[in-house]
């Protein structure tokens, strides 16, 4: 993937459910539409974001198996109107 993220999270060796934990809280910190790359190696963690991503609105950009490593890209949402 050539996009340049505005933040990286390493979360290579932590386990389930701390990937998609410390995801939310580095989502949290970015304006809409900034996109967060996760590395993982926890193989749930393809699970886990996808459900997440399910349920919320952001949006997976990308996500991509490299080696023992998983890589997502999450693209945070707009702010809804009020």
């Known amino acids: ?3 340049q993220p505005d933040d990286v999270l390493d979360a290579r060796g932590l386990p389930c459910p701390l990937p998609l934990l410390k995801a939310k809280q580095a989502l949290a910190r970015l304006g809409p539409g900034e996109l967060l790359e996760v590395m993982a190696t926890d193989g749930g963690s393809w699970r886990d974001f996808e459900t997440f991503i399910e349920q919320s609105h952001h ?3 990308a996500r991509e198996e490299r080696g023992d490593v998983y890589h997502y890209w999450i693209r945070k949402a707009e702010e809804p109107a009020r």
């Open 1 to 3: 993937m050539t996009v």
């Open 59 to 61: 949006e997976m950009a």
